[in-house]
């Protein structure tokens, strides 16, 4: 069985984790996450601060072009804010 391969210094792809909470639950979704994926980038997401998990990226500082006023309506938007900004 060939071993996986080393993890690269600027990885190439990395796991969006989008939430809007510091809860258990959330906390538990990201470490499930985490482990079954232990090799790879995990980059966690909020859209407003208070919300925020430890070393999470807050686009809602990205300025932004869409209407963000309904924040599930608008979820693909922190996707689209931390591509540009990345």
């Known amino acids: 069985m060939t071993p996986p391969p080393a993890p690269r210094p600027h990885a190439e792809l990395c796991i969006l984790y989008l939430h809007h909470r510091d809860d ?3 906390r538990h979704h990201l470490a499930l ?3 079954h994926n232990p090799r790879a980038v995990i980059v966690p997401l909020v859209d407003e601060p208070e919300g ?3 070393g999470a990226i807050d686009v809602a500082r990205h300025p932004t072009p ?3 006023a309904d924040k599930w309506r608008s979820c693909d938007t922190m996707i689209y804010r931390w591509f540009q900004h990345r």
Do not use: G, H, M, Q
């Open 24 to 26: 258990a639950v959330t």
């Open 66 to 68: 869409w209407n963000t």
């Open 52 to 54: 925020a998990l430890p």
């Open 33 to 35: 996450i985490r482990r």
